[in-house]
């Protein structure tokens, strides 16, 4: 599977940007799908992923009420809905995808996605 993100940007505190990850050579059919992202000086984290085929959604803490991840009905596009941002959501994003289909609690670990795009900037100025 090959991941193409992108949507990212400049953007005003408080403004918003749509990310989309597109799946090439196979679909995300019975994958988990994951935004993650990385800061200057920090790791790796998820934002946000979506179990294509159960529909279960998770969030960080720090992004529940302000982002929001869908699916497309053709089963090859994630996107990422973020609004209301702060100057902590600047970071690298990625999109990542799973082989397979992962349980709820793998959701958050870097590990469980075999996949991944290569990373959009957003950056929100103050």
């Known amino acids: 599977v090959q991941l193409q993100a992108s949507g990212g940007g400049l953007v005003q505190s408080g403004g918003s940007l749509r990310l989309s990850c597109a799946a090439s050579g196979r679909s995300f059919r019975n994958r988990a799908v994951g935004w993650f992202r990385q800061a200057p000086g920090k790791e790796r984290e998820l934002v946000s992923a979506?179990?294509?085929?159960?529909?279960?959604?998770y969030y960080a803490d720090s992004v529940k009420g302000r982002f929001t991840i869908s699916r497309d009905s053709g089963e090859n596009t994630v996107s990422l809905q973020m609004n209301s941002l702060n100057s902590e959501d600047t970071a690298v994003y990625y999109c990542a995808a799973s082989e397979g289909r992962p349980i709820l609690s793998m959701l958050p670990n870097p590990r469980t996605y075999t996949y991944w795009g290569q990373g959009t900037l957003v950056t929100v100025s103050s």
């Open positions: 979506i179990r294509w085929t159960e529909r279960n959604v």
